[in-house]
């Protein structure tokens, strides 16, 4: 079976769904693929691995241990409790508010962001973007899944995109 599934037509139709959770379940395949994401990052200084809710949270959290490094949530709308700094985007399919505290990073702080699948790369440049106004450095982002007909690294910039597979 193959660690990455594909499930047509979610969560709207004309999306081809990358579910990672055969991967996650597979005990080898899934500390590879973390060893892999936070290997990149070693050496690096990170302070910070920045998980986006909800699939970003389940790699990063590891990741974070890995590398020695704080975990930060970036929630959905309405869902941290203390004051926030929000950004509305648009990902492949649909629109949506991230939310992170105020206060989870500042200036001299070296983040790298993490989520499960980088599609248009709309989510990964909010999350960058309000990372960079609370006044931390962004050095990275890192995916498991590139979806490269997406573009989404090109909506990055110059930021350093690290993933794991490219489809
Ligand atoms: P985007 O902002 O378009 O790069 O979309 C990335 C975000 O949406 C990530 O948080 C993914 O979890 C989710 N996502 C977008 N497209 C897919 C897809 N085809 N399969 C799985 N997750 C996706």
Redo the contacts with the bound molecule.
Sequence with gaps: MSLIRDIPDFPSPG?????ITPLLADQQAFATAIDHVAERFVGSNVTHVVG?EA??FIVAAPVAYRLGAGFVPLRKKGKLPSEVRGID?????GAERLEVHIDAVSSGDRVVIV???????????AACDVIRELGAEVLGVGVI?E?EF?S?RR?LGDVDVFSLLKY
């Design positions: 999306i081809m769904f990358k579910d986006i699939r970003g985007y648009t990902l492949e399919y989520d499960d699948v980088l599609a248009t790369g709309g989510t990964a440049r899944i979806l997406l989404g909506a």
